[in-house]
Structures are given as structure tokens and as C-alpha cells.
């Protein structure tokens, strides 16, 4: 409850253009504690309460909890009520203190969030709740767009966007990585959600079930025929791989044997070239490499200590 | 201009509690995933499963201090608005990039370190082991991005001045076309894999000093020790790379952190002792060793702390204190290490001493990165961008900052206590008992047939088991199989299609692929799980006498080993003759690297 109360004074604090631009210069108390963007993080509150019931509704109904389901049905009616009355109370408190959201695109942007709500409000009634979860955010998000509509170009008090920019190399270089950073957040948050959506991380009760049956590998296939035969294709892809296992073991311990030699050839060589280059060089591409010396280093003598068998 | 703050000595101790607290935490942002990735790796090359526990329990405590990381960074990341924000306003523009960066980095890592932590048993094995991938980059590429700001701050470039304001900037060259910071990251990365190394290490050596000997117990020591033990003795050399850049681009960090008060040629070192404002008084001197360890020169100029006024000067004491504890400690741990990689390779057991001293290790390691965050930090004073702008001119100017002290120090007691509370809950969750034991089902149904004590049971020979005992072994063993959810271990052999095809058995003997119990004992090379499977029988008792002297009851013995010479045999898991056996002899057949 703190944390979007706090955040929404925060927002509410800057767009009644209470906070003047300066090193601490603004009021500490009244500037955020003032009826504006007091009014402004119960909005915040109601807004969390709000988008978590309406999704948590969702939630429900995929896990098949149907009271859970209507509990988060009823919560998420009073939530957007709630929300809808505190949003209006906000635009005439705002209008009051100074920002301006009934005119331009910032009332368009207030009217779709009015409908949005009022949407998600008749969906939720309906018990749509996977398309109430979109009109929801909308909602919301067209607030928060709104907000930004009616203050621009101001920032601060006597600052603008344009003003506060940072230089063009900066905004450049800032553009660069976030797309660069979006490219491979995108694709990461698209793979969580898949697995979350499709139940792959819930819990393990459910999947117990997938898990278990390991049919007995000895009652289905006979001594001597081999993994093919095998009628279960999971167990009988591993049926080899202690076979492998048992070819192989003295290899590995021949290669082991054998791999260590070369291994600490290896460190040695790592250590040689990054204590010399490092030490010695002045050149960054000889700091690098020396780098990458030490790090072969570092890397075989793990690889000769921590994979020795004995303790 | 000065900002009119009454508590600036406050806010720099807030913020460097802050980072106190965080960078440790770092550490294991860093070098953890690494480790875990590692023991997953092994189980998926061995198919061990005492590896798999090794992982599942290590990264429910990866996890774990990442949420905690989360929070501290959190704070860290508002207070440098918050405490200091004429700088963020001044040379946010410079800067600004590195925390973008890291934020992305962060947000990669919070999304895989968490389908990482739940996807065990529901994600395909490969799959699984991947998506530890992307932690492990971004806990590198997190702290890398955060001390290029660290780096840039110590030896700012990358923009002009106009007005006190950085303007003309060239955000990636600043950041990362800057000498010193690359120094400063690598010396960092070793430290990470230092500290998390030694306290992990600490921790299971403390266990074996309190008697839990288990062979999970000796698997995870080895691999924490190793980490920390090959790189402490390499940071010795890394330490000499950054404090000649120190040198070069902060003649007077280095001055404050070797207590030198005027410019001078072939200067000396010197240990411990105090600096009174003028000289080092009641050290240990060495005459020209500075200029040798700070230039490559006995006879180099190295300069003093003279060349800038009083006021320009860092707390020359706290700085020397600092470096010299990291420079202390340091030694001591990359001694360790090499005592350790000594032992390790000469096959040695570790002595008591030994084990004491890494229980030691784990908090010194986290003694000497603060004390070395020190240095650098306060070696940069009085100067928040070294030579550009002060600290008293970037303080915030407003007026309740101990109100913010107070609130933090309290924040982070209780989060110190959470930690405490959650990493013992871990520590108690009893391990899965195929990791320690042999499952008990198999054996028990193998001592009841006769069978099995045929002298042909050599393992890697016929690979195995016949008749009547083969099949009530293969029951017992599956029903073992079914006490845990198979699904991984299958994944596991599946990841390996090559090997499932080829291993036809040897020598017109029955496939033991055929023979074997599904699931749990899946991937498990031959030797190790007849092993498990094999009841405390005659070959048995023939093969620990036989091999006594070489490998069996080495642990048993404990003599040399984890007791003192002269002390009574003490077995290291009680009476129980098979785990005893099983700690040693399953380590000793565990297949080595080069397969």
C-alpha cells in the first residue's frame, strides 16, 4: 500500500508543479502531503488494488478456482468503482491545483480511459476476465499518458522536456541501449510469461502427475534387445546412456589421466602470458589479453582441481 | 560551489553502509551462477545425482541473496539521486548510460535467475541448464556496468566542462574507453569469485571441522575452494595491474594509500606503522620498493601527497589502513590457495589447520573487498568525479538525512536477520538421500539374494547382475526410482542421443542398459552404480581389503586426513560400513574431465 501511495504523491507532487527545480529547494512535507497528490496516491492505491483483482480473477478462473474467482470478480467491481470516482474527484482537484486535464489530448486521453473502465467494469460483471485484463491496463495507462498530455512541455516548474534533455550523443547512445537492451528483454519477459502462462513453473503438485509414471524398463524389454525395441520412447532413448556410460568409463578415466597433462599446460601458459602481459605491457590490447591469460588460467586450474575425483 | 548540508559526513556514511552491504552480495551476483552452472554441468556429464542436489540447493541460495541484492541495490540506486543529486544533474548525461544498461542487465538477470530457480523438474534438462546461462552473463555484464561508473568517476573523460555542467559528451567512450576501469572491473571480478568462493567454502569447512563429512559436504567444498583457490593467487597480479594505473591516473590516491608526503625519487614501502601528516612512523620500511611495485622502476619519482593542498587530500590514514588490510588479507588468501591447489593436486587430504583456515577465509575475503571498496573510494575524497566536482558540492541540500541513516540502518538489521533466518532454513532442508546415501531399497533387496555376491561382479567387466537378485534389485531400485520424480534424469540421458545408440553391451553380455533401474540411477557410470547397487558383500569386504591401503576406507581412516596424527581412527559417517565405503569409493571412480 506504501509503495504506490508514495509514488503517486510523488507524481501527483510534480504535476501540481510542487516540486521547483533545485538542489532540496521544494517544501519536504507539504509538498507531497498536500490534498492534490494525497488524492492523487489513493488513486496510485486504488489503481494497484484495482489491476490486481481484475488479474488475479484471470488467474483464478485458468487455475479453476471458481470462488477464488468470484472473490476476485467482486473485488475488482469495488476496485474499478472506487478507482472511477477517485479519477473523476482527481481531475477537478487537479483542475483546481493547476494542471489541466479537460482540454486538448489529455481529455481524449481521459475519455478513453473513462471508457475503458467503464469496459472492463462490464467484463468483469460478465466474468470476461481475459479481455478485461487489456481494457484494465488501458484504463490505467491512459491516465498516466494523460498526465504527461496535459504537463507538457513542462517537466518542472520552469523547466521543460527540452531543457532537462540530456545532449543529443547522450540521448543517442541512451536510444542505442535501450534498444539493444529491448532486444533481448522482449524476447526473455516473452519466454517467462510462456512458461508462467502455460503452468511450466507452477507447482510441482501439478505436474507430479506428468512426472511419475517411469514404466519398469525390465518388464518391457527383454535382456539383450536393444534400446529401440524399447515400446516407451522417453525411457528408451536413456536405455544407452549407461551403456555409453560403462564403455566409456575407462576412457574417461584414461582421459583424465591424460587431460590433465595438457591442462596444466594450459594454466601454466594462461599464467605465463597474463602475469607478463600484464605486468609487463603497456598496451590496452596487451591488458587484454593478458586478461584472458589469467582467466584460461583461473579457468584450468578449476577445471584440474575442482573435477579430480577423490575429496 | 559548496551546498549549504550540515550532514555530509552523514550521507557518505549512508552511502558507503549502502555499498557495504551491497557489494559482498555482488559477489555473488558474480561468481555464483557460475558455480552452480558448474555442479548442474557435472550432474549432467556424470549424471551423479549428489551434483544435482548440489545445484538445486545452491541456487535456492543463489536465488535468495539475489532478492536480497535486489533490495539493497534498490537503495543503492536511489540514494545516488537522493544523497547526491547535483552530481546525477551535472553528469548524469555522462554517466547515465551505464545504469541503463545495468538495468536491462538486471531485468535479465531477475527473469532467468527465476526460471532458472523454479524451472527444476519442469524444464527439459538442457533447457534448464541454458537458461542459467543468461544469470551468469548479466551478473557480469550487471557489475560491469555499474563500476564503469565507478571507473569514470575515478578518471572522468569523455566530455568538457562548461559552466561546472559535463557537456560535448561521449557517453561509451567515457564509460568504457577508460583505462582505469578495466583495471578496477577485473580486480573486481577475482574478488567476486574470492569472497564467494571462501564463504562458501567456509561454510562447508566448518561443517566437516563439526564432523557432517558426508560426501556432499567434501563434493562442495572442492568446487567453492577451487574457485576461490585458482583465483586468489592470480589477483595478486591483477592488484599489481590496478595499482599501477592508480599510479598513473591518481598519483594522490596512491599517495594516501601509502602514507607519502612529498614527491620523491626511489620512494619506499612501508608495512603497518601510522602516518602522522608528515611521514610513516613506527613501519616497517623497505627502501624503493614503492617506486618498483608502483612503476617497474626502483628509482622511479613517485609522487606525493604535496602536490595538491591540504584540502584536496584524502584521510590518509583510513586509506592506508584500508589498503593495507585488503593487501594483507589478500596474501593470506592467495597463500591459502596455493596451499590448497598443492594439496588438491597431490592428492593430499586436508589438515585440520587447513580447514580452519578457510572457515577464516570467508569473512577476511569479505573484509578485504570492503576494506579495498575503501581505498578506493576514500582515496578518491574529497572529490565525488576525481579533480571535477567535490562531494560537498553534490550533496543534496536537504536537511534530514540522518532521519534516512537511522531508517536505512534499521532496514538493513532486519534484512541481515532475514538472510540469517532464510539461509539456515536452507541449510536445514535435509538432502534428497540419493545424494548421500545409496539407496537404501536396492541394497535391501540385494542383501537378501545370493546371488550378488558372485565374484563376477566386476562392475566395468559384464556390467552386472544376474538372475533372480538382478531382478529383485531392478524392483527395488525402481521403486527407489519412483521416490523422486524421474522426469530430469531421463531429460538428462536424452540430451545425449549419440551415447544411447552405441553403448551396446560388451561382449555378448546382456546390455546393463537393459538391466538397470529406470530413473534414478539413469546416467550414472557403470562403476559408481553397481556401487550404489551393491550390497555390503563379500566382493565388497574382498575389494576394501584388497585396495585398503590405496583408496577404500580412506575416509573411514580419517587419519592424516580430517583428524590429527595419532588420534584414534574415526569413521566419518558412524558405523555404517557401505556410506563409509561409498564416500570413498565413489569419488575415486568418478569419471575425470577429458571424456
Known amino acids: ?311 | 560551489m559548496d551546498v549549504n548540508q550540515h550532514y555530509l559526513f552523514q550521507a557518505r556514511q549512508m552511502q558507503a553502509l549502502s555499498l557495504a552491504v551491497h557489494i559482498p552480495l555482488v559477489c555473488f551476483g558474480i561468481a555464483f551462477p557460475v558455480l552452480v552452472l558448474f555442479a548442474e554441468w557435472r550432474y549432467l556429464r556424470t549424471g551423479d545425482p549428489l551434483y544435482l542436489a548440489l545445484a538445486r540447493r545452491w541456487s535456492r541460495i543463489m536465488l535468495a541473496l539475489f532478492a536480497v541484492g535486489v533490495v539493497t541495490g534498490t537503495i543503492l540506486s536511489f540514494e545516488l539521486g537522493l544523497l547526491w543529486p547535483v552530481w546525477m544533474q551535472d553528469f548524469g548525461n555522462v554517466f547515465g548510460l551505464g545504469f541503463t544498461l545495468e538495468g536491462f542487465s538486471f531485468f535479465l538477470e531477475a527473469i532467468f535467475i527465476g526460471i532458472y530457480a523454479y524451472g527444476w523438474d519442469r524444464l527439459p534438462a538442457r533447457a534448464h541448464f541454458l537458461s542459467g546461462f543468461p544469470v551468469a552473463i548479466a551478473g557480469v555484464a550487471g557489475s560491469l556496468f555499474v563500476i564503469s561508473v565507478n571507473g569514470w568517476m575515478n578518471h572522468p573523460s569523455g566530455f568538457t566542462l562548461v559552466d561546472g555542467r559535463a557537456a560535448d559528451v561521449h557517453p561509451w567512450s567515457a564509460l568504457f574507453a577508460n583505462p582505469m576501469f578495466w583495471s578496477e572491473y577485473v580486480h573486481m571480478y577475482f574478488a567476486a569469485y574470492i569472497v564467494c568462493g571462501f564463504l562458501l567454502a567456509g561454510a562447508y569447512a566448518w561443517a566437516l571441522l563439526r564432523g557432517r563429512r558426508g560426501r556432499y559436504e567434501r563434493t562442495a567444498l572442492g568446487i567453492s575452494l577451487a574457485a576461490a583457490s585458482a583465483a586468489a593467487p592470480l589477483q595478486v597480479i591483477v592488484g599489481d595491474w590496478a595499482a599501477r594505473d592508480v599510479a598513473t591516473y591518481q598519483p594522490v590516491k596512491l599517495a594516501a594509500m601509502e602514507g607519502l608526503a612529498t614527491t620523491t625519487r626511489g620512494a619506499a614501502e612501508h608495512l603497518l606503522g601510522w602516518y602522522n601528516g608528515h611521514a610513516v612512523v613506527w613501519g616497517v620500511e623497505i627502501p624503493r620498493l614503492l617506486s618498483l611495485l608502483a612503476f617497474h622502476n626502483p628509482n622511479a619519482v613517485v609522487r606525493g601527497l604535496n602536490i595538491v593542498p591540504l584540502a584536496d587530500q584524502p584521510p590518509v590514514n583510513v586509506v592506508r589502513f584500508s589498503f593495507q588490510t585488503m593487501v594483507g588479507i589478500g596474501t593470506l588468501l592467495a597463500l591459502l590457495g596455493l596451499v590448497y591447489l598443492y594439496l588438491r593436486l597431490r592428492k593430499r587430504g586436508l589438515p585440520r589447520l587447513v580447514l580452519w583456515a578457510v572457515v577464516a577465509a570467508g569473512p577476511l575475503s569479505v573484509v578485504a573487498l570492503i576494506a579495498g571498496w575503501i581505498t578506493t573510494e576514500v582515496g578518491r575524497q574529497p572529490w565525488i568525479v576525481y579533480d571535477v566536482q567535490r562531494v560537498s558540492q553534490a550533496v543534496t541540500g536537504a536537511s534530514d538525512i540522518p532521519v534516512g541513516y537511522g531508517t536505512l540502518s534499521v532496514v538493513y538489521l532486519a534484512l541481515a536477520g532475514i538472510v540469517f533466518i532464510i539461509l539456515r532454513r536452507l541449510a536445514r532442508i535435509p538432502l534428497p538421500p540419493e545424494a548421500v546415501d545409496p539407496p537404501e531399497p536396492a541394497s535391501a533387496a540385494a542383501v537378501s539374494s545370493g546371488g550378488l555376491r558372485s565374484r563376477r561382479l566386476h562392475p566395468r567387466r559384464d556390467g552386472g547382475v544376474h538372475g533372480a537378485g538382478r531382478r529383485r534389485l531392478r524392483r527395488g531400485a525402481v521403486d527407489a526410482a519412483h521416490r523422486r520424480p524421474a522426469r530430469r534424469v531421463r531429460r538428462t540421458a536424452g540430451a545425449r542421443p549419440g551415447q544411447a545408440r552405441d553403448g551396446a553391451g560388451l561382449g555378448g553380455q546382456p546390455r546393463l542398459a537393459d538391466l538397470r533401474a529406470r530413473g534414478l540411477l539413469d546416467g550414472v557410470p557403470g562403476g559408481i552404480r553397481l556401487d550404489h547397487l551393491h550390497p555390503r558383500g563379500a566382493a565388497a569386504d574382498r575389494r576394501d581389503r584388497d585396495h585398503l591401503p590405496r583408496c577404500g576406507l580412506r575416509a573411514a581412516r580419517g587419519r592424516g586426513h580430517l583428524a590429527r596424527r595419532g588420534e584414534p581412527a574415526r569413521p566419518l559417517l558412524g558405523a555404517h560400513p557401505v556410506r563409509a565405503r561409498h564416500g570413498g569409493r565413489g569419488d575415486r571412480r568418478r569419471p575425470g574431465p577429458g571424456r
Not at chain 1, 487489456?134 to 517537466?155: E, I
Open chain 1, 1 to 311: 500500500v506504501l509503495t504506490p501511495f508514495a509514488l503517486g504523491t510523488a507524481v501527483g507532487a510534480i504535476a501540481v508543479g510542487r516540486v521547483p527545480v533545485g538542489n532540496a529547494a521544494g517544501n519536504q512535507l507539504t509538498s507531497w502531503l498536500s490534498p492534490a497528490p494525497v488524492l492523487v496516491g489513493a488513486l496510485a492505491v486504488a489503481f494497484s488494488g484495482y489491476l490486481a483483482a481484475v488479474y488475479l480473477a484471470a488467474d483464478s478462473v485458468r487455475y479453476g478456482e471458481a470462488a477464488l474467482a468470484a472473490g476476485f470478480r467482486r473485488r475488482a467491481l469495488v476496485a474499478g468503482v472506487v478507482s472511477g470516482g477517485l479519477a473523476l474527484a482527481g481531475l477537478l482537484v487537479m483542475r483546481g491545483a493547476g494542471l489541466n486535464l479537460t482540454h486538448g489530448a489529455a481529455l481524449a486521453l481521459v475519455c478513453v480511459s473513462g471508457a475503458a473502465g467503464l469496459a472492463t467494469l462490464a467484463l468483469c460483471w460478465a466474468s470476461r476476465f481475459g479481455l478485461a485484463r487489456l481494457t484494465a491496463a488501458l484504463a490505467v495507462a491512459a491516465v498516466v499518458v494523460g498526465w504527461a498530455a496535459a504537463q507538457a512541455p513542462r517537466l518542472l516548474p520552469g523547466m521543460t522536456v527540452t531543457q532537462a534533455a540530456a545532449g543529443t550523443s547522450t540521448l543517442v547512445a541512451l536510444v542505442i541501449a535501450v534498444g539493444c537492451g529491448l532486444v533481448v528483454l522482449v524476447p526473455s519477459l516473452a519466454l517467462l510469461y510462456a512458461l508462467f502462462l502455460r503452468g511450466r513453473l507452477d507447482t510441482p503438485e501439478s505436474h507430479a502427475a506428468g512426472a511419475a509414471p517411469v514404466a519398469p524398463p525390465g518388464e518391457t524389454a527383454r535382456p539383450g534387445t536393444g534400446a529401440a525395441s524399447t515400446p516407451i520412447p522417453g525411457p528408451g532413448a536413456t536405455a544407452g546412456m549407461p551403456g555409453g556410460a560403462v564403455r566409456s568409463t575407462g576412457v574417461r578415466d584414461a582421459g583424465a589421466r591424460l587431460g590433465a597433462v595438457p591442462l596444466s599446460a594450459l594454466a601454466l601458459t594462461g599464467l605465463v602470458a597474463g602475469a607478463g602481459l600484464l605486468v609487463f605491457a603497456d598496451a590496452p590490447w596487451a591488458h587484454a589479453l593478458g586478461v584472458a591469460g589469467l582467466v584460461l588460467c583461473a579457468v584450468t586450474v578449476f577445471a584440474l582441481t575442482a573435477m579430480r575425483p577423490g575429496d
